[in-house]
């Protein structure tokens, strides 16, 4: 988190709080795929049931700010739809049952990902 908690602290609090889903969003994709693993760790050592969602921004990465997002960056040339799809096999790997995406992920990554869920969904 980027107050440097543990996400496992806050994912606990928020099941105890009576969640059904703990869902990320608005971060760089690098850093979703820790958080969704670490979800998915304290759901289960709660013996919970949760979704997971994994909802990134397609921003470039920025220095740190007292402000998230204070200075809004480019959107990155490195996902475009198709190299987006290699994180979301990941985070779907990783126990994420909800992806999409949030600043900078448009509706062309969209439709890649409900096409390649549709793929996966029929194997």
């Not at 059904?20 to 050592?45: D, K, L, W």
């Not at 013996?47 to 740190?64: C, D, K, M, S």
């Not at 996902?79 to 979301?88: A, M, R, S, T």
């Not at 600043?103 to 029929?122: L, M, N, Q, W």
């Amino acid at each position: 988190m980027r107050s440097g908690e543990p996400v496992s602290d806050a994912v606990r609090k928020t099941l105890a709080a009576g969640a059904s889903g703990i869902f990320f969003n608005c971060s760089q994709p690098e850093v979703m795929g820790e958080a969704g693993r670490g979800a998915r760790q304290a759901v289960s050592e709660a013996g919970a049931l949760a979704f997971i969602g994994v909802y990134p921004n397609a921003f470039a990465p920025e220095p740190p700010y007292d402000t998230p997002y204070a200075s809004i960056s480019d959107i990155r040339a490195d996902l475009e739809p198709e190299n987006d799809l290699k994180w979301i096999e990941r985070w779907l790997a990783d126990g994420a049952s909800v992806v999409g995406g949030c600043c900078g992920i448009g509706p062309e990554h969209i439709d890649a990902i409900r096409s390649f869920r549709a793929v996966r969904d029929a194997a």
